[in-house]
C-alpha cells in the first residue's frame, strides 16, 4: 500500500462496531456474525468492489438485512402445497406459538405434580390416539424414513422384508427407501413385477422354494416353524407410492390378505404410507390414510409429519400397544428420538385448528378467484385456471382446480430474488403466480412484489 492508497481509508472493525445500527444488531445477531458481516464488507472495499466511504452505509443495510439464520422465508406461489424444497408443511400459528413457548425449559419429561421423571412425549402420544382410535398406541420420530429403519430393524434384522417390485421407490434427493432398508441389516425379497404383484407372490417368499439360495431346507415338510433358523422372513411391507402412479394393467395385494399371510408366519405387516393422512380425506379419494390401515390389518403404520398432516418434520408409528412398546424400548428408538419442538408442534397440529396444509387442500376456488381478480385488476395482468397440486407429499396426480395471475416468465428469477421472495410456477413460457398456499394475510405483501416487477400499465 502507498501512502495515499485509499485503502487506507476504510474504516476499521472497531468503528464499524460503534455504529448504533450495529450495536442494536449486536443483540439480535451475535458479536461472531456482526464480524463476519463487517470483514465481508472490508474485503471487498478492499478488492476495490466498493469505495470505503460507503463501507458504513454497506454494513448497515448488511446488518439490517440479516436474520440470525440463513433460512428465508418465502412466498409459496406455486400451487404446490407440499413443497419439499420449501420445507413441506407450513406450521399453523397455534403450533408456532406451542413451538415459541417450548423452546424455553419445559416439563417434556417431568411430572410437575410429583416432581419425578415421566416419560417424554406423553402428550404427543395421546393426541395421535385420540386422532386416531385405531392406533392402540404411537411412536415419534425424527422423520418417516427413520420410522422405517426402526420398524425394519426392530422386526426383521438379519432377515428379509418382503416387498413389491412396484413399491421400491425413490423418495427425493436420490435417497431410495430400498437402500434404506438394506442399510439395516435387513435383506430385501422383492416379490411381483412393477406393475403386478398378487397374494402368492407374497406367499412364494415363505415357501421352500422361495427361500435365498443357500437358506437349506425348513425343519419338517411342507410348513414352516416360524422359529427354526430357515425362517427368513421378518415382515411384509407394504409400501405406498405417494409420489408416482402405476396406471393400465396393474395389481396390488390388499392389506386384509396380506395381514392373514403375515400372520399365518407369525410376522408383522407394515404400511408405510409416506403422507400421513390419519382419516380419509374426501379431495383425495385414493389416498391412503392410517385409521383405513390399521383397520384393514397393518400393524405398524408409518406417516410423515410434514406432509398430509401438516406438522412439523417428525415420522410417526401407530399400532397396537406391544407393538409399540417393542419399537419404542428399541436401542435404535434413542437414535431416532424427536427433540421438545417437534413434540411440542404435532401435539398442536394434532388438537388445534387445521393447519395451512389441510386449509389450502380445500380451499374454495371461489375465493382464490377473488383474491386473484383483485391482484390482477391492480396489477393490469390477466388471469388464468390453474391446477395446485398436493405435492411431494402424496396424491399424485390429483389436480386441485384454482386460479393464477399470469405474467412474462422473465419475472420469474426477479420474484424469487425480491423482498419478499416470490416462489412461481414457470409452466408454457408463462410465471403462473398461484395464491393458493399464501395466506390472505399477505396479500399485500405479494402485491408489493409483484408490483416491483411488473411494469405500471
Ligand atoms: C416421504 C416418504 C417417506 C420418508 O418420509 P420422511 O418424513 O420424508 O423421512 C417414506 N416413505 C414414503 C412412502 C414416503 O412418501
New binding site residues.
Given amino acids: 500500500m502507498t501512502g495515499d492508497d485509499p485503502r487506507r481509508s476504510i474504516p476499521r472493525t472497531d468503528v464499524l462496531l460503534g455504529l448504533p445500527e450495529v450495536l442494536d444488531a449486536r443483540d439480535r445477531l451475535g458479536e461472531i456474525r456482526i464480524r463476519g458481516i463487517i470483514h465481508d464488507v472490508q474485503a471487498r472495499a478492499r478488492r476495490g468492489e466498493l469505495a470505503p466511504s460507503a463501507v458504513g452505509s454497506e454494513v448497515v443495510a448488511a446488518v439490517r438485512g440479516e436474520s440470525a439464520s440463513s433460512l428465508g422465508a418465502v412466498l409459496n406461489a406455486t400451487g404446490v402445497i407440499v413443497h419439499t424444497n420449501l420445507g413441506?408443511a407450513p406450521l399453523s400459528d397455534t403450533a408456532v406459538a406451542a413451538v415459541v413457548e417450548a423452546s424455553g425449559y419445559v416439563d417434556v419429561e417431568l411430572d410437575l405434580a410429583s416432581g419425578k421423571r415421566s416419560t417424554r412425549g406423553v402428550g404427543v402420544r395421546e393426541a395421535l390416539v385420540r386422532a386416531c382410535p385405531a392406533a392402540g398406541d404411537a411412536l415419534v420420530v425424527?422423520?418417516?424414513?427413520?420410522?422405517?429403519m426402526l420398524a425394519c430393524t426392530a422386526f426383521a434384522a438379519g432377515r428379509e422384508v418382503v416387498i413389491s417390485r412396484g413399491e421400491m421407490?425413490e423418495?427425493?434427493a436420490g435417497f431410495r427407501?430400498t437402500d434404506l432398508i438394506v442399510s439395516t441389516g435387513v435383506r430385501l425379497r422383492e416379490v411381483g413385477t412393477t406393475n403386478r404383484t398378487h397374494l402368492r407372490d407374497y406367499a412364494d417368499a415363505f415357501s421352500p422354494a422361495g427361500l435365498s439360495p443357500g437358506a437349506g431346507l425348513p425343519s419338517g415338510a411342507g410348513q414352516y416353524d416360524p422359529r427354526s433358523v430357515e425362517y427368513h422372513v421378518g415382515a411384509i411391507l407394504k409400501?405406498?407410492?405417494?409420489?408416482f402412479r402405476v396406471q393400465g394393467f396393474t395389481a396390488s395385494a390388499g392389506l386384509s390378505e396380506l395381514r392373514d399371510l403375515a400372520h399365518q408366519y407369525g410376522v408383522p405387516l407394515i404400511v408405510?404410507?409416506?403422507?400421513g393422512l390419519l382419516h380419509h380425506d374426501w379431495a383425495l379419494p385414493d389416498e391412503p390414510d392410517a385409521t383405513s390401515a390399521l383397520e384393514a390389518g397393518a400393524d405398524v403404520v408409518?406417516a410423515?409429519?410434514?406432509?398430509l398432516l401438516g406438522g412439523p418434520?417428525?415420522?410417526i408409528l401407530l399400532g397396537d400397544k406391544d407393538v409399540i412398546a417393542r419399537l419404542a424400548t428399541h436401542p435404535l428408538a434413542r437414535a431416532v428420538r424427536t427433540d421438545k419442538l417437534t413434540l411440542a408442534a404435532l401435539e398442536a397440529t394434532l388438537t388445534g385448528p387445521q393447519p395451512p396444509v389441510t386449509r389450502y387442500l380445500h380451499v374454495d376456488p371461489e375465493r382464490v378467484k377473488q383474491r386473484t381478480e383483485r391482484l390482477a385488476g391492480e396489477l393490469g395482468v390477466p388471469i388464468v385456471e390453474c391446477d395446485g397440486r398436493v405435492g411431494?407429499?402424496?396424491a399424485p396426480g390429483v389436480r386441485l382446480p384454482g386460479w393464477a395471475l399470469r405474467l412474462p416468465v422473465s419475472v420469474a428469477g426477479p420474484l424469487r430474488t425480491g423482498d419478499p421472495a416470490v416462489l412461481a410456477r414457470v409452466h408454457a413460457d408463462a410465471c403462473l403466480v398461484d395464491l393458493r398456499c399464501i395466506p390472505e394475510r399477505d396479500d399485500e405483501r405479494l402485491l408489493t412484489a409483484l408490483r416491483a416487477q411488473i411494469p405500471a400499465s
Fill in positions: 413441506r425424527n422423520n418417516g424414513a427413520a420410522a422405517l421407490i423418495i427425493g427407501l409400501v405406498h407410492p405417494s409420489n408405510d404410507l409416506g403422507s408409518i410423515s409429519g410434514d406432509k418434520q417428525a415420522g411431494g407429499g402424496g
